[in-house]
Nanobody
Framework: QVQLVESGGGLVQTGGSLRLSCAAS????????VGWFRQAPGKERESVAG????????YYADSVKGRCTISRDNAKNTVDLQLNNLKPDDTAVYYC????????????????????WGQGTQVTVSS
């Protein structure tokens, strides 16, 4: 079992940056693909980015492509999400998720495949 804790959210102005971090418990973190999702009020949860077990393969939603970088450090059991040039539409609660996979290069682009979820961290972008 994996427990996930997100941090790094906050209030930022349009054009600003934030670095979100997801810290995971457990000794087998490198067997999990990890993703970041977000959910704004009244909207469905949507994928933001995903990363494979090794970190070699990544996925980005079109809405954040070019403004976002996902990375992981398996030695520290962390996955970070760097968000740049933030816009008011990026305002949401951001969640980290993990799913065990036997495929070292697999990246999950939807909620399917993710079993463990964090509690979320709020990102608010002011105009």
């Amino acid at each position: 079992q994996v427990q996930l804790v997100e941090s790094g959210g906050g209030l930022v102005q349009t054009g600003g940056s934030l670095r979100l971090s997801c810290a995971a418990s457990g000794r087998t973190f490198n067997t999990y693909a990890v993703g970041w999702f977000r959910q704004a009020p009244g909207k469905e949860r949507e994928s933001v980015a995903g990363i494979s077990r090794s970190g070699r393969n990544t996925y980005y939603a079109d809405s954040v492509k070019g403004r976002c970088t996902i990375s992981r450090d398996n030695a520290k059991n962390t996955v970070d999400l760097q968000l740049n040039n933030l816009k008011p539409d990026d305002t949401a609660v951001y969640y980290c998720a993990a799913g065990n996979t036997g495929l070292i290069g697999a990246v999950f682009t939807t909620t399917r495949g993710y079993v463990y979820w964090g509690q979320g961290t709020q990102v608010t972008v002011s105009s």
